[in-house]
T-cell receptor, first 112, second 113 residues
Framework: GAVVSQHPSRVICKSGTSVKIECRSLDFQATTMFWYRQFPKQSLMLMATSNEGSKATYEQGVEKDKFLINHASLTLSTLTVTSAHPEDSSFYIC????????FGQGTRLTVV | QKEVEQDPGPLSVPEGAIVSLNCTYSNSAFQYFMWYRQYSRKGPELLMYTYSSGNKEDGRFTAQVDKSSKYISLFIRDSQPSDSATYLCAMSSSSGSARQLTFGSGTQLTVLP
């Protein structure tokens, strides 16, 4: 199946700093990518839909100024968590859709 | 009521057992159904993808869809300890590249050796 590479897999940052997470589709072009957040023992919650060359679409309750999404090419979408706080600590997962949806490996963010 | 309901478990079975995982849904617009396996602290991995009522088999895995009852199942035969993971059902109403998935809450499965 198709491969979606997400980096970094784990990051620890200080409160108030920003963290960038990259999501790359390695063997297909993804006009659309999705960003999810997952809390322990819970399912994936869609945060936003990232569209190549245009603004992302955010789900209700997700702060677009806090979670900046850039989809500059057909193979790369980035999520930047700005001014991170401990409550932003979570597992973030991206997804690109080829014939089916393929997921990145996830990024565990810990804000201390 | 959630659009997709899935028993969170946890479910614990002995090695070799047949495992049955289930989801129900309320949105009639859902036409495409998927099962994902997620190991701890990893991204979900696609196991099965179906778009019609009936059964689809792939090795030890069988996906079953009953659109009239809005009910889908995943069966795992001859379960192995390596099958221990969280299983997520997911659904969508379209098949395009921009389709959004709605996930169940996931069922945590442990297969005991």
């Amino acid at each position: 199946g198709a491969v979606v590479s997400q980096h970094p897999s784990r990051v620890i940052c200080k409160s108030g700093t920003s963290v960038k997470i990259e999501c790359r589709s390695l063997d297909f072009q993804a006009t659309t990518m999705f960003w999810y957040r997952q809390f322990p023992k819970q399912s994936l919650m869609l945060m936003a839909t990232s569209n190549e060359g245009s603004k992302a679409t955010y789900e209700q309750g997700v702060e677009k100024d806090k979670f900046l999404i850039n989809h500059a090419s057909l193979t790369l979408s980035t999520l930047t968590v700005t001014s991170a706080h401990p409550e932003d600590s979570s597992f973030y997962i991206c997804s690109g859709v080829d014939t089916e949806a393929f997921f990145g490996q996830g990024t565990r963010l810990t804000v201390v | 009521q959630k659009e997709v309901e899935q028993d969170p478990g946890p479910l614990s079975v002995p090695e070799g057992a047949i495992v049955s995982l289930n989801c129900t849904y309320s949105n009639s617009a859902f036409q495409y159904f998927m099962w994902y396996r997620q190991y701890s602290r990893k991204g979900p991995e696609l196991l099965m993808y179906t778009y019609s009522s009936g059964n689809k088999e792939d090795g030890r895995f069988t996906a079953q869809v009953d659109k009239s009852s809005k009910y889908i199942s995943l069966f795992i035969r001859d379960s192995q300890p390596s099958d221990s993971a969280t299983y997520l059902c997911a659904m969508s109403s379209s098949s395009g590249s921009a389709r959004q998935l709605t996930f169940g809450s996931g069922t945590q499965l442990t297969v005991l050796p």
